[in-house]
């Protein structure tokens, strides 16, 4: 198997882990917004969705940029596209391990 960094692999996991933070990134994937536009949908306040931003960045997952006054966010596909390869090493591993059971309860059967 590929080694993957297991502390960026634990913070892209932990940030997606909660669904207001998932929901965030779906927001981001239309486009880099600004904060209060990243803010409006929710029922709650600032804090606690910069909050969520803070994870976000953490993880890798987003960048804020700063113009004058105005904070946006960037999603950023590196952290995503390594949690991606590191299921995929898992999904190719268990696909032959099954294969392999299959084969054996296929040789049961002769």
């Known amino acids: ?3 993957h960094n297991e502390g960026s692999l634990n913070n892209i996991f932990s940030a ?3 669904p207001t933070r998932r929901a ?3 927001q981001l994937s239309y486009g880099d917004l600004s904060v209060s536009e990243i803010v409006a949908p929710y029922e709650m306040s600032l804090p606690a969705v910069s909050k969520h931003l ?3 960045e953490d993880a890798g997952s987003i960048r804020r940029l ?3 006054r105005v904070i946006s966010c960037k999603l950023t596909p590196e952290p995503l596209q390594n949690a991606s390869a590191w299921l995929d090493d898992y999904r190719t591993f268990w696909e032959g391990q099954l294969d392999s059971l ?3 309860l296929d040789t049961l059967k002769r």
């Open 54 to 56: 803070n994870d976000l």
């Open 66 to 68: 700063k113009q004058g």
């Open 1 to 3: 198997m590929v080694k």
């Open 24 to 26: 965030i990134k779906a």
């Open 102 to 104: 299959s084969d054996y």
């Open 16 to 18: 997606l882990g909660d």
